[in-house]
C-alpha cells in the first residue's frame, strides 16, 4: 500500500554510513517516514545521531545479508563497504552483502511493490580502456583479485537488478557513484580525500601511491544526494543506469596539494608503490544525468574541501581518534 498524500516510506540500508546519513537528513526534509536499516559494520550512530528525536525516523540495527519484512514505498540499497580497506577486511561478507543484500532487497521491493534503487559503483568500470566512461561501456574487471569482492559483487547486484525488472516488471534505479566526498566520511578508511585531510591536519606525511599523476573525480556529498533522489524520482520506465559523479578531473597530486595550501600545512609529500588493480583513470560521463534529471554537480572542489576540512578539523579537535592509512 502506498503513503498517504506525498509523505513516503522509505527505507535507507547503509543509512547509517556516509552517503546514506546524508540522505536520511534529506529524505526527512522533503517530509518523508525515513527506515535507516544498518549493521553498523562502517557506519555510526554519531552520523545519524540529530536525526533520532525526529518522530519520522527509525533506526533498525540489520544486517542486510538476512531477510527483511517491513512496509515501504521506496528503498535506497545503500549498504555496503565503500573503501577498499573496509571491503578487503572481509572479503566474503563483501560479495554477501551486494548479492544477498541486492536478493534481500529486490525481494522485499517485490513483495511491497517498492520502487528500488541501486547505490551502484563506478568500480564496475574497473580500470577502463575507455575514457570517459559513459553507461555503454561494459567495464575492463579483473574477476579474481583483491578488489572483485566488490567490484564483481556490485556488477552481480546491477545483474540482479535488471533480472527482477525483466522478470518481475519491478520498478528499479541503478546509480553509478563515483568518488563522493565530504563531511561524515570514515576518518580511517584509506580514502583519498579524507587520508589527505586528516594527514595534512596532523601535519603528517601525505601518502600518494604511485607518483600521483593518476586521476581522480570527485563530487561534493550534497551534489550526490541530489542527484540519487531526482534519480529515484525519474518515470518508472526509466531503470538506469545512471552515472552520477564530477566530471572535473584532478590528478591526485593536485588534490594533495589543494588540500596542503587550504589547511594552511606543512604536511611534505610521501610516494608509495601503487596497490594492485588501481584504475589510473576514472571520470564519469554525466550527460545522462544532465539529460534526463536536469542535474549536475554545483559545489565546486575547493568549497567542497574547505567544509570536509572543517568536518575532519572538528572531530580532532574533540580528540577523535583518528589515524590515516
Ligand atoms: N562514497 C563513495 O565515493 C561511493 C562511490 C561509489 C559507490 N558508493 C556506494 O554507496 C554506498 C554508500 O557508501 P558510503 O561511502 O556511504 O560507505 P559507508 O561505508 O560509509 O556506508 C555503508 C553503510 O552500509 C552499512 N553496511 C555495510 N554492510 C552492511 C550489511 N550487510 N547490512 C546492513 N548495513 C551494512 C555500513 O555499516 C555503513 O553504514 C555503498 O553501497 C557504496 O558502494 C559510494
Known amino acids: 500500500m502506498q503513503g498517504y498524500g506525498l509523505r513516503r516510506r522509505v527505507l535507507v540500508t547503509g543509512g547509517a554510513g556516509f552517503l546514506g546519513s546524508h540522505l536520511c537528513e534529506r529524505l526527512l526534509q522533503d517530509g518523508h517516514d525515513v527506515l535507516c536499516a544498518d549493521n553498523f559494520f562502517t557506519g555510526a550512530r554519531d552520523n545519524i545521531l540529530p536525526l533520532l528525536s525526529d518522530p519520522h525516523f527509525e533506526l533498525m540495527r540489520h544486517d542486510i545479508t538476512f531477510p527483511l519484512y517491513v512496509e515501504v514505498d521506496e528503498i535506497y540499497n545503500l549498504a555496503c563497504p565503500a573503501s577498499p580497506i573496509h571491503y578487503q577486511f572481509d572479503p566474503v561478507q563483501t560479495t554477501k552483502t551486494s548479492v544477498h543484500g541486492a536478493i534481500n532487497m529486490l525481494g522485499l ?19 577502463p580502456s575507455e575514457h570517459p566512461q559513459t553507461e555503454q561501456y561494459w567495464g575492463n574487471v579483473n574477476p579474481i583479485g583483491p578488489r572483485s569482492c566488490y567490484d564483481e559483487g556490485k556488477r552481480c547486484a546491477e545483474t540482479l537488478f535488471f533480472d527482477y525488472w525483466r522478470q518481475h516488471q519491478l520498478r528499479i534505479k541503478v546509480a553509478r ?9 570514515h576518518p580511517n578508511d584509506g580514502r583519498v580525500v579524507s587520508n589527505f585531510i586528516v594527514q595534512a591536519l596532523q601535519g603528517r ?26 534519480l529515484m524520482d525519474t518515470s518508472d520506465d526509466f531503470t538506469g543506469p545512471m552515472n552520477l559523479g564530477n566530471p572535473q578531473e584532478f590528478t591526485i597530486r593536485e588534490i594533495a596539494e589543494r588540500i596542503v595550501a587550504i589547511v594552511g600545512s606543512r604536511s611534505v609529500i610521501d610516494f608509495r608503490p601503487l596497490p594492485m588493480d588501481d584504475p589510473r583513470q576514472r571520470q564519469p560521463d554525466i550527460r545522462l544525468a544532465r539529460e534526463r534529471l536536469g542535474w549536475q554537480p554545483a559545489i565546486r572542489l575547493e568549497e567542497g574541501l574547505k567544509r570536509t576540512i572543517a568536518y575532519f578539523d572538528e572531530l580532532l579537535r574533540r580528540g577523535a581518534p583518528l589515524t590515516s592509512a
Not at 521491493?109 to 580500470?127: C, F, H, M, N, P
Not at 573525480?217 to 541530489?226: A, K, Q, R
Open 205 to 230: 606525511p601525505i601518502t600518494i601511491y604511485g607518483d600521483g599523476s593518476q586521476t581522480r573525480s570527485f563530487c561534493y556529498v550534497s551534489d550526490m544526494i541530489e542527484g540519487l533522489v531526482r
Open 177 to 185: 557513484i563515483f568518488n563522493t566526498y565530504g563531511p561524515r566520511m
Open 109 to 127: 521491493a517485490k513483495r511491497v511493490k517498492a520502487k528500488i534503487l541501486q547505490a551502484s559503483t563506478s568500480e564496475v568500470y574497473g580500470d
